[in-house]
């Protein structure tokens, strides 16, 4: 049975309504891989709305939407949220620093981040080295053998490319196929257009002042923001990391509620999943990919008598410097 199959016989149990939700701040990949979703499941009878927390930030997510007819909609909008509504995750598992449990029940999961263990989802469907979720849904169209429209493949191949960065980070053998099977139906213009509206002007000034901050030691950058959000933070982290000379990357935002990191990591010998969770260990959550993470420390549980800048280089260079040494021999 194909894996679309099993998810639509499951959902079609649902006792009310279908809801997809993506990470709390959805980026094109999660927007795309949502939206792909929503779109096959209606082909075999199953409606249902994509949900979301916190806010869209990012210049390009916004503009997905306008560009495809995209429709998502804040939980906190639905009064018919309930806890007979299931919700299928997309791009994101329980657990994850970027998720908020919502009052339904979270009967399925399809993600490409680091398994976080059985959660007790009814369908499960994690796949670690794959480098975008789009490309797992673009599987799901092939394997229906359902040829999507050019909304949604030109959608989809957007999410592949923005989260491989054009097919050049964390790139598997199913992002490439999946590119080149909705090639031929997607509208490469349209993706043109979206990537030239990828920065706000108000993102400008923000990376201005973000990048006075960094401090580079040895090959390691540090990236302290003031309350950035995590679009900035991310990217900011993608800039930092082409810097020459700089392999290994550390951004993080002091927020009211704690600390957001974001990681980075172009040498095989440092992984930022396993970077941003040594970081974190014993205080907060984290993980993410070989070269690219996220994680999350509550202010309650930052380390007491020790400062968030010391708190985090410490940890970061004292990592960095052990997966050196062992990689060397």
Known sequence: MARIDELVELLKQAPDEV???????????????????QQLLAKFGVPGEIVYEDEIEKANSLAMLEAFGITMRHAADIDTLGAEDWTVLVDVQKSNANYTDLVTDEVACIDHHQYNGPQGYRFEDVRPEVGSCSAIIAEYF????????????????????????????????????????????????????????ELSFGDLKDYARAFESVEIYGEVGFLPLENGNDSLLGAASDIVISVAGVNVVVSYAIRETGVKYSTRSNIPAVNAGDLVRYIVDGHGIGGGHDSMAGGFVKRDRLPVGKGVDTFSRVRAVAFVEQALSAAQG
């Not at 809801?19 to 979703?37: E, M, R």
């Not at 598997?172 to 349209?190: E, G, K, V």
């Open 19 to 37: 809801f997809i939700q993506p990470h709390n701040v959805p980026d094109p990949d999660a927007i795309a891989a949502s939206f792909g979703l």
């Open 142 to 197: 092939k394997e229906a053998s359902v040829t999507p429209n050019s909304k949604v493949a030109t959608a989809l191949v957007y999410g592949i490319f923005m989260d491989t960065r054009d097919l050049t980070r964390g790139t598997s053998p199913l992002d490439i196929d999946m590119f080149y099977w909705l090639y031929r139906s997607a509208d490469m213009s349209l993706i043109s257009q979206l990537k030239s509206n």
